[in-house]
């Protein structure tokens, strides 16, 4: 789960004691606000011992762009060309055995 705005964590672990591990971190939150989408961010944490709420919202994902629609989204992923992404996230060249087959379902119609 992807934040938009990390002002819900600072608000809901402003109140905690540091240093606290991710199981303390996610208790708390849902005794403050269950069921939110900040708790379920938190979830998402990795395991581990946190020293402060800073190090807390560095650890979890942000959404830099919230306003960006599914379609937009999908097309940022597939265009996405980063060394070290999923190969089934990029966007490649069809493959010859593809290009075959695609000519044989044009000319089945």
Same mark, same amino acid.
């Given at each position: ?5 990390t ?9 905690l004691a540091?240093?606290a ?6 208790e708390h939150?849902?005794?403050r606000r269950?069921?939110t ?5 938190l979830?998402s944490?990795?395991?581990?011992t946190?020293?402060s709420?800073? $190090? ?6 942000i959404d830099?762009d919230?306003? @960006? /629609? &599914?379609? %937009? ?6 265009r996405h $060309? ?5 190969e089934?996230?990029r966007?490649?060249? @069809? /493959? &010859?055995? %593809?290009?075959?087959?695609?000519r044989?379902?044009d $000319?089945?119609l």
């Amino acid at each position: 789960m992807k934040l938009a705005d990390t002002r819900q964590i600072e608000e809901l672990l402003g109140d905690l004691a540091f240093p606290a591990s991710k199981q303390k971190i996610v208790e708390h939150a849902h005794g403050r606000r269950p069921e939110t989408q900040a708790e379920r961010a938190l979830a998402s944490l990795p395991l581990g011992t946190y020293d402060s709420v800073a $190090e807390v919202v560095r650890s979890l994902p942000i959404d830099p762009d919230p306003g @960006r /629609s &599914p379609s %937009e989204q999908d097309h940022q992923r597939r265009r996405h $060309e980063k060394p070290g992404l999923a190969e089934h996230m990029r966007h490649s060249e @069809r /493959s &010859p055995v %593809e290009e075959e087959l695609s000519r044989e379902d044009d $000319e089945d119609l």
